[in-house]
């Protein structure tokens, strides 16, 4: 670890969130699922 | 064979975390400071610095017809082939390859060309889902010469990501509330 890097540490940790694409997924009930179920019903 | 894009590593602040985007690897972590500068050698890919929240919703209140409805399988398609590969840069070098900047606008409305897709997109076999339908949504607005623009956001406590459209300062076919609950991260402009 360098000077710089020391000096601008915070205590956040550090953490991997999971695959980009594979998370981007949304809130449920958006305006496409409504259409997709509208059409089915 | 020429080498992969490369499309960098974006960030967001969210709630005092430093979130990262990190394209090229496909992944979402938080990483401490410091951070790599948030810039893409590609300028149609935009920073959250460009990135304020919609402020308005554009609805499919127009009418369906043909030739956009079509259009809109077609971007459907192309966009299920390019999430099968799994990973997020595959899914902007689609993109990036569907969108012809110089193609000249249509007469049909923007909210004519939503409902074209929402009329059609039952009828096409997969689960609504963000990651399809709104970068297909995105391509077709393209297509017909829209500057439209697919957003990546994110939220902690839990962990979401979610992607949407924007054209100028309103969100596509989805509720403002629902988009402001995600801190914007990254976008591929037209």
Redesign the interface.
Known sequence: MTD??TM???D????????????????PG????E??E???A | MPPPARFGVFHATID????L???DN?????????HPIPTSPLPRLMTAAHLTGPKETI??NGTPSPRPCFAALTCLLRISRA?QQ???AN?ISTLLAISRPDRPRSDLAVEDLIASF?AV???YPAQ????L?APALCALLWAYGRPARLV?GARLEP??????VEIGAAVV???RE?VL?YAPIMAVSA
């Open positions: 710089n890097e601008t540490t915070t956040i940790p550090e953490l991997d969130l999971g695959p980009a694409l594979e998370e981007t997924f949304g809130p958006g305006a496409f699922e259409a997709v509208k059409r089915q | 005092g975390a430093p979130l985007l990190d394209v496909d992944r979402y972590r938080i990483a401490r400071p410091p609805w499919p999430l799994g990973r997020l899914l929402c997109r039952p009828l609504a889902i963000c990651r339908d990546f962990f979401s990501a979610h992607c949407w076919n989805e509720d629902d609950q």
